[in-house]
């Protein structure tokens, strides 16, 4: 994963309460990202490291790269 | 709308008519004591917001199609047939309802139209007018508890650096082991949410008591129950329920989140474990001696909001207020409370949906009744009040903080 | 004509209203109790009360309607104390019951009050329908039963009030209603002569005629509340 991943747009999801993360972050991709873009989610929810790849895979998206930290970011390639 | 489309929706209807649905759905004698009850009328005042209008918008289709007086005589009780149109409102009665179940407790037969509603709901889900969120939310839940094998360690691994920050709270010497997870042998599950503050800070209270616990994989909320799909419900918290039992755990600990403790409380009937609320176990461990607080730490004026599905819908008045007492100097009741509080509109999985307006009209009630009380501080227990309750405050531009029950006791702990 | 009419009403509406109430109750309580039940519980709290003291609080006393509206509290209590009373008049009517005569009376508890009473009553539900906000989630069902209900009401206080007062020397003995009831009980119809040539056998014509139709839509409709009212209580408070 040294390649370097074309981001197309970035989401703010710190400090959001339930479940507002996975809900923005899904309204984001359907409606306003293209097909091979990619979105980067960044949040402070350790739910999510659970909660975003059960959702790419029943949305049908995935989940390209997780960079982990205080602040971890998701980078989510719209596939349909 | 075709044949077949009626034919679905008329068969989910006929699905969910249990024994209570059948009593609700013929005894409403229109009476209207119920009329403003609810806090969306209070803040909109229209008669679709009143529980009995949400309701005789569902019972006029029903009484179409499953009654004989709306068979033959549909003037009789103005029943009407399924169209768009009528889908249109039903899904606005279903989804403007937080199921707080007020309108139950001011019903002289003690209707609950929450429970009418999740009939709606699932005419909504044949319908495929569901709310699109609360899909995706129940959908990916559902996927987390058939594949968490594949989410396990990132999550743990997240966990680990929690644990960091519970040290640091706790002044230990070693972060490890604050936050145990997969942990057979606990006597305590505790379910959490995706926040980081809905782990640290019970974390911080659990390792104080020296309780042997373990955090569940899953989160604790239920998206089926809010979008109104019996199955996806039963299997969202069945998830839990499997993780206890494997565990052998003796007690499952809900965090501040109203509806799942309803649900793992009072809604899968017996399980071989105890359910409570971390709000309970705190009460517990202050009353046992196992943890201290600061007292009176607190001297501005607080008031505590309670949460429906927590009291009048769980069962929990007085541990919060027993504990709050101990911190702060100055708390004041808001009025009605206990089981006459007014919903502050944030329940029912409305939170997750696009109504941010709405949400802030049908707050306005909350906002006159914490206004009344003149606290500085409002706490309550459950992260979907926080939501609404941090909606209302920006809507109206209220000087006031919001805190939860467990951070204000983390904060404050005598160590 | 009228004669046909007022047979009809007399005793085959009677035996319709009858089966009909009998197999609509029947029915719907069969489905209610065939319908599945539901896991976990939909009751309130807090439970101050044992479930049976709750039910009976909630039943006889109407905490809700206590705490939103003294003045309609009031009716509810006192219009259903009444339909109390007016059932066991009725059965008097059929039946001596000795038990009922300890503290003897001229057949018909309350001596004419129980049926002001629930005139009264059924105004006061009709007209507070007619004002906001109730008015609103009123439906046809709600005008035409309290409609129903008055006039039968109605018709049955001059009955019991003329025979009372002995306005125009109005009078049927209460053996001769007996003989009526019996007669239709022991599927022996007949209408005795004292009934059927009395003065006032036209209010008494009319007075039968609204009862059963209110007694025929007693299951159809929402009075189906007199029963299911004591299941919700049940539920709410388990
Ligand atoms: C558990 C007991 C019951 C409770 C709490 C109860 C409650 C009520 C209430 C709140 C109303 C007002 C409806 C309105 O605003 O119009 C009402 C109406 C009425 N009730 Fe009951 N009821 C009970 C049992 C019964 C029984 C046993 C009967 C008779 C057989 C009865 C007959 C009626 C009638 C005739 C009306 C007026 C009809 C109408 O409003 O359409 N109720 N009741
Ligand atoms: S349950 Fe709550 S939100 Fe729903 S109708 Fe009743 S009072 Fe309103
Ligand atoms: S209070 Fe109960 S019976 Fe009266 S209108 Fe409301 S839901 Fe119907």
């Known amino acids: 994963m040294s390649e370097e991943i074309k981001v197309d747009a970035t989401m703010d999801l710190k400090g959001l309460k339930c479940p507002l993360p996975i809900v923005r972050v899904s309204k984001k991709v359907k409606d306003e990202m293209q097909v091979g873009q990619v979105l980067v989610a960044e949040t402070t929810d350790p739910g999510a490291h659970a909660d975003f790849p059960a959702w790419a895979k029943t949305s049908g998206n995935e989940i390209v790269k997780v960079e982990k930290g205080d602040v971890s970011k998701f980078y989510i390639k719209k596939l349909k | 709308m075709n044949r077949e489309k009626i034919g679905t929706i008329t068969d989910l209807m006929k699905s969910r008519l249990t024994k209570p649905m059948q009593y609700y759905l013929d005894l409403c004698t229109r009476c209207g004591l119920c009329y403003d009850s609810c806090h969306v009328y209070y803040g909109i005042p229209k008669r679709e917001y009143t529980p009995v209008g949400r309701a005789e918008t569902l019972r006029r289709i029903f009484r179409k199609y499953f009654r004989p007086s709306g068979r033959f005589f549909p003037y009789w009780g103005e029943a009407r047939e399924l169209d768009d149109r009528a889908m249109e409102e039903v899904r606005e009665a279903a989804f403007s309802c937080t199921g707080c179940r007020r309108c139950m407790v001011n019903c002289p037969f003690g209707i609950d139209t929450g429970y009418l509603m999740t009939m709606a709901k699932l005419m909504l889900i044949g319908n495929e007018t569901a709310p699109e969120e609360l899909v995706i939310l129940a959908d990916s839940a559902v996927e987390k508890g058939k594949s968490i094998g594949e989410f396990k360690e990132g999550f743990k691994s997240v966990v680990g650096d929690l644990e960091k920050i519970v040290q640091e709270k706790l002044g230990r010497s070693s972060p490890d082991g604050l936050i145990p997870m997969d942990n057979g042998g606990a006597s305590v599950l505790y379910a959490g949410l995706a926040g980081a503050h809905s782990i640290v800070n019970p974390a911080v209270i659990f390792n104080a008591a020296g309780e042997s616990w373990s955090l569940s994989f899953f989160e604790a909320v239920n998206f089926g129950a809010f979008l109104g799909d019996p199955e996806k419900m039963q299997f969202i918290a069945n998830r839990i329920v499997k993780e206890a039992i494997q565990l052998g755990v003796k007690e499952l600990v809900i965090t501040e989140c109203g509806t799942a403790y309803r649900i793992q409380r009072h809604m899968l009937g017996t399980l071989p474990f105890k359910v409570s609320s971390i709000v309970e176990v705190i009460d517990r461990y202050l009353r046992e001696g196992r943890i201290k607080v600061k007292a009176g730490a607190i001297s501005e004026p607080v008031t505590y909001h309670d949460p429906c599905q927590l009291g009048r819908n769980g069962g929990v008045f007085e541990e919060p207020r027993r504990i709050i007492g101990e911190l702060c100097t100055d708390f004041r009741e808001m009025t009605p409370n206990r089981e006459h509080n007014w919903c502050c509109g944030g329940g029912g999985g409305l939170v997750a949906l696009d109504n941010e307006k709405f949400r802030v009209q049908s707050g306005l009630v909350k906002r006159d009744q914490i206004s009344a009380t003149g606290a500085k501080l409002v706490v309550t227990a459950c992260e979907n009040c926080v939501s609404q309750l941090d909606t209302i405050k920006s809507g109206y531009g209220m000087d006031v903080e919001v805190k939860y029950l467990t951070e204000l006791v983390a904060d404050n702990l005598l160590l | ?238």
């Open chain 3, 1 to 238: 004509m009228l004669d046909l009419f007022a047979y009809i009403v007399m005793v085959p509406m009677v035996y319709l209203a009858f089966i009909l109430f009998v197999a609509g109750m029947v029915w719907k309580l069969v489905r209610v109790f065939r319908s599945p039940s539901i896991t976990g519980t939909l009751g309130l709290f807090p439970r101050e009360l044992p479930r049976p003291l709750a039910v009976a609080r909630d039943a006889f006393l109407v905490p809700s309607a206590f705490r939103k509206d003294r003045v309609f509290w009031v009716f509810i209590v006192a219009f259903h104390a009444a339909v109390l009373f007016l059932i066991l008049g009725h059965c008097e009517l059929v039946w001596n019951i000795p038990a009922l005569q300890v503290i003897p009376h001229r057949v018909f508890l309350g001596a004419g009050s129980v049926g002001m009473v629930m005139m009264i009553g059924t105004l006061y539900f009709l007209f507070r329908r007619f004002g906001a906000p109730v008015r609103e989630i009123s439906v046809p069902e709600d005008y035409f039963l309290l409609i129903i209900l008055f006039l039968s009401i109605l018709f049955g206080s001059i009955l019991h009030l003329v025979d009372r007062l002995g306005i125009g020397a109005m009078h049927v003995p209460v053996q001769a209603y007996r003989e009526y009831f019996a007669g239709l009980l022991t599927l022996n119809p007949r209408l005795p002569v004292m009934v059927s040539y009395s003065p006032h056998y036209a209010v008494m014509v009319i007075h039968i005629f609204f009862s059963n139709l209110f007694i025929m839509l007693f299951p159809f409709s929402k009075m189906i509340h007199a029963v299911f009212a004591f299941f919700a209580y049940s539920t709410a408070r388990r």
